[in-house]
């Protein structure tokens, strides 16, 4: 069963605004990923946050973890066209991932030119 | 560094038939998971190997299978395959991120 959900489902925004996704999760984790996937492709992993951690950058990514609210949220800034994808949460649970990567159902995220 | 290479990339099988996957993991990397993806039920764990043992197992039937070599190359096989088997078969190894291959895009008619 799935773990976290992501809101919204689908985005689409004009290049260069900024996008924000948001991913809820129900159980006590280790860490949390984000991923991209283009088209049906294989997964991209983007950034890592602990569950001790609140916020993380890499490049134009923003991430913040909340645990006491269970949720996460990934910012991309200044959107660009490659940035089209699929974008996936990822919890790893506290016991230490004995069920694996548990991902959302994810946001499909379109940039408009 | 290679990344995770996945084998075959497409495949068509018929209800009733099995089949075989197979996933080379980054070199060096020990871990090796696989993972279904379907438009219904999302991105699901199946299983885990690491040094040739099953460490963890998702929530499938019997039906699908998996093992890993001493070169840390994995295959899965799927038996006796149902319709509801098309997907798409991620193969990720692993560190920290996971660093997935492009998958197997299974269809079954």
């Known amino acids: 069963s799935q773990q976290g959900e992501e809101d919204p489902q689908a985005l689409s925004i004009q290049e260069g605004e900024n996008a924000t996704m948001n991913c809820s999760y129900k159980t006590s984790i280790n860490n949390l990923q984000w991923y991209r996937q283009n088209s049906g492709r294989g997964l991209v992993h983007l950034i890592l946050?602990?569950?001790?951690?609140r916020e993380k950058h890499s490049g134009r990514l923003r991430v913040t973890l909340d645990t006491s609210k269970k949720s996460s949220s990934l910012l991309i800034t200044a959107s660009r066209a490659a940035d089209t994808a699929s974008y996936f949460c990822?919890?790893?649970?506290?016991?230490?991932?004995?069920?694996?990567?548990?991902f959302g159902k994810g946001t499909h995220l379109i940039i408009q030119p | 560094k290679a990344g995770v290479t996945q084998t075959p990339r497409y495949l068509i099988k018929t209800r009733g038939q099995q089949v075989t996957l197979s996933c080379s993991p980054i070199?060096?990397?020990?871990?090796v998971s696989w993972y279904q993806q379907t438009p219904g039920q999302g991105l699901q764990f199946l299983f885990e190997y690491f040094s040739e043992t099953q460490r963890n197992k998702g929530n499938f039937p019997g039906r699908f299978s998996g093992r890993q070599f001493s070169n840390s190359r994995s295959e899965m096989n799927v038996s006796t395959l149902e319709l509801g088997d098309s997907a798409l078969y991620l193969c990720?190894?692993?560190?920290?991120?996971?660093?997935f291959g492009s998958g197997t895009r299974l269809t079954v008619v």
């Open positions: 946050i602990r569950s001790n951690e």
């Open positions: 070199s060096g990397h020990r871990s």
């Open positions: 990822a919890t790893v649970g506290a016991g230490g991932g004995a069920d694996g990567l548990t």
């Open positions: 990720a190894s692993s560190t920290t991120g996971s660093s």
